[in-house]
């Protein structure tokens, strides 16, 4: 049984940073690439950045130059570097199997100004 679990947010001042994290189970990890995406209150669920099999990255505008995504197989782990984080970055932050229905159950971000 897939099972997708986001841990690492939490409430921050605008400008702060946090890594999100996002370990896989009942998978073999390193075949999948991996997403991260965030929903607002109000918002339609959207992209943040996703990661292939082969470790090529790509971001959404709106976070290139301040978020990075990474993978660990070993620890079957997907991060999410946030720096110089803006209180439009709050949302939830949920992780995803690329190509998949396969969704974790999110972790609140907060970013107060």
């Known amino acids: 049984q897939v099972h997708l679990a986001e841990s690492g947010g939490g409430l921050v001042q605008a400008g702060g940073s946090l890594r999100l994290s996002c370990a896989a189970s009942g998978i073999i990890f390193s075949r999948y690439g991996v997403g991260w995406y965030r929903q607002a209150p109000g918002k339609q669920r959207e992209l943040v950045a996703l990661?292939?099999?082969?470790?090529?990255?790509n971001y959404a505008d709106f976070v290139k130059g301040r978020f990075t995504i990474s993978r660990d197989n070993v620890k079957n782990t997907v991060y999410l570097e946030m720096n110089s984080l803006k209180p439009e970055d709050t949302a939830v932050y949920y992780c995803?199997?690329?190509?998949?229905?396969?969704w974790g159950q999110g972790t609140q971000v907060t970013v107060s100004s």
């Open positions: 995803n199997l690329i190509g998949f229905n396969y």
């Open positions: 990661i292939t099999v082969g470790r090529s990255t």
